[in-house]
């Protein structure tokens, strides 16, 4: 704890923005009900495929977040607010998760909430308890919640017929900022939470999962068959899990060195986005039935093949990568987040003590980037002078964040391109654009004026304008069968992922070649393992 706050400190004083270390702490609360793994693998019914699913029924019980709210715990406006997400998220999972649905027993299920569940009054009654598939008791919790965690959740009970969850808790913080974009912030936290009470959390990894080179590892079926897809590695093997972070972050949720952006990363981040993988693994636990309303949203890693997940985010001490769309090199230089989602930086720093030896890629031990991606550069923000993103919990965001420049435009049109088109100085801004799905080509606009570009990524300068416009690959960022570019955007329109834009479908050889060159590529530990060993030959030789 002393270092991070030692951390911070360096941080502010170099005036950096905030590290986003708030933190998901849903692993705590796990060890709070002393829960322990549990094994389905070997339990689903094999009737349970014949059986009717239906959209999944969610019941907010606030017996304990009114209660909290009545005596002063918890204002009014929060409770409002509290109120109007989670009924906002459970209607975004009833339009995405499918259930058998079960009829439980009232007095059986109220005795097991108040034997089981972490909740600091007695549940006397919940209505109509027949008509729902999962009840969620959300309250605020400080006590669970420390150390920038900003909310948890997990099951406490579960089916005695199909063990799938029946009953879940969600912690939450009793204060909110009054940040401009605090709506979007609290809905995709609690969509996140939701998630890990579904079955997303270590609980359910038994059977699904393996250990190898002390690292922890999904492999579950449809979750490998998407990531296939997704990476275009045909030979993967699992889903990484994380292991940077304290206690409430490690082990129940994705590493963000390989799936950074994606809903359920352990650590806050500009760019929020689900993913196929993330709902396969649901599909896998045999409980759900999944729409996969994502409209590949996740590009973080797509089409980089098996190097992505095999090799170094950069070497050459820094200063080359093979996957130019998820790290950078040129620190503070304008870059994209993975998805196009969100703008910002190449961000490298200096931190105080050495970083792990095994994520040292610098001449320099205690540079690098953020410690959730196994410090390598991606693209995040420094803070700007003018203290604006102090507004904003993501005021990068191209969707909801800040406007920063008189052509840029902040809605759910708008992608990050790197430009420095009527600017005079090259930046990651959002411009509104459009996917011309006919012709394979991004038209993007910039004030009054529309520049296409020819669909694959190249810096081009548009007719009459003064400066440059790197263009995307129309593949990587043009992936909706119906145009969304929000997680909710979405879902409410049913959008699915466009697996005609994934170029590996047509060009696998190409793709193949492409990877083998990457996996090609020589670590910096020992890349210079001959030519040290001649020099030395030729020393001993002369000595000699």
């Known amino acids: 704890m002393l270092i991070k706050q030692m951390l911070f400190l360096i941080i502010f004083l170099f005036n950096f923005t905030s590290i986003f270390c708030h933190k ?6 796990i060890k709070k009900l002393n829960m322990k793994p549990i094994n389905t693998t070997n339990r689903i019914n094999k009737r349970r495929l014949d059986l009717v699913y239906t959209p999944i029924q969610i019941k907010i019980d ?36 499918k259930v058998y649905h079960e009829v439980f027993d009232h007095t059986n299920i109220i005795n097991k909430i108040n034997q089981n569940c972490y909740t600091p009054t007695r549940i006397n009654n919940i209505d109509n308890i027949d008509s729902y598939d999962l009840i969620i008791f959300p309250q605020v919790d400080e006590q669970i919640l420390q150390n920038n965690a900003i909310a948890a959740a997990t099951h406490c009970l579960l089916s005695e017929q199909t063990y799938r969850p029946i009953v879940g808790i969600i912690l939450l913080k009793k204060e909110l900022n009054s940040k401009l974009d605090i709506d979007h912030y609290i809905r995709k936290t609690l969509f996140h939470e939701f998630f890990h009470v579904l079955g997303f959390n270590y609980q359910f990894f ?24 997704h990476f275009g590695c045909d030979n993967i093997k699992g889903i990484r899990m ?17 799936m950074l952006g994606e809903l359920m990363i352990g650590e ?59 790290f950078c090199t040129d620190s503070k230089k304008p870059f994209c987040s993975g998805s196009h989602t969100s703008k910002g930086i190449c961000y490298i720093i200096k931190y105080n003590n050495d970083v792990p030896e095994q994520y040292q890629y610098y001449s320099e031990p205690k540079a690098g980037g953020k410690p959730i991606v196994d410090y390598c550069p991606v693209s995040f923000y420094y803070q700007s002078e003018d203290n604006d993103n102090d507004n904003y919990n993501y005021p990068t965001n191209c969707i909801y964040g800040k406007k920063d420049y008189n052509d ?24 509104e654009m459009t996917c011309d799905t006919i012709n394979k080509k991004i038209n993007v606009v910039i004030g009054e004026h529309i520049i296409t570009c020819d669909g694959t990524k190249s810096e081009i300068n548009p007719d009459g304008l003064q400066g440059t416009l790197k263009c995307p690959d129309y593949n990587m960022v043009c992936t909706s069968d119906i145009w969304c570019n929000d997680i909710f955007d979405c879902i409410d329109k049913q959008s699915t992922t466009d ?46």
Request: glycine residues 6%.
């Open 24 to 29: 998901c702490a849903t692993d705590l609360l």
């Open 62 to 97: 606030y017996t304990v977040l009114n209660l909290q709210k009545n005596y002063g715990q918890i204002s009014n406006d929060i409770y409002q607010k509290y109120k109007t997400e989670l009924e906002s998220v459970a209607n975004y999972l009833n339009k995405i998760i």
């Open 206 to 229: 038994e059977g699904r999962s393996y250990t190898e080179n002390n690292y922890f590892y999904l492999n579950s079926p449809k979750l490998l068959e998407k990531a296939t897809v």
């Open 242 to 258: 994380e292991d940077q972070g304290e206690t409430g972050t490690v082990g129940s949720h994705w590493d963000a060195r390989y």
């Open 268 to 326: 806050d981040y500009p760019e929020i986005v689900l993913s196929d993988m993330t709902l396969a693994f649901l599909e896998d636990l045999g409980f759900y039935q999944v729409n996969y309303y994502t409209g590949g949203l996740f590009r973080f890693g797509k089409n980089e093949g098996c190097a992505f997940l095999q090799k170094k985010c950069v070497y050459d001490k820094g200063h080359s990568t093979s996957f130019p769309n998820e």
């Open 408 to 431: 840029e435009i902040i809605g759910s049109n708008s992608m990050c391109f790197e430009s420095s088109v009527n600017i005079g100085v090259k930046t990651s801004i959002c411009y």
């Open 499 to 544: 697996y005609k834009t994934f170029d590996y479908i047509s060009n696998i050889n190409e793709l193949k070649k492409r990877d083998e060159q990457h996996l090609s590529v020589a670590d910096d530990k020992n890349k210079y393992i001959w030519p040290n060993f001649i020099l030395l030959f030729m020393f001993v030789f002369n000595f000699i």
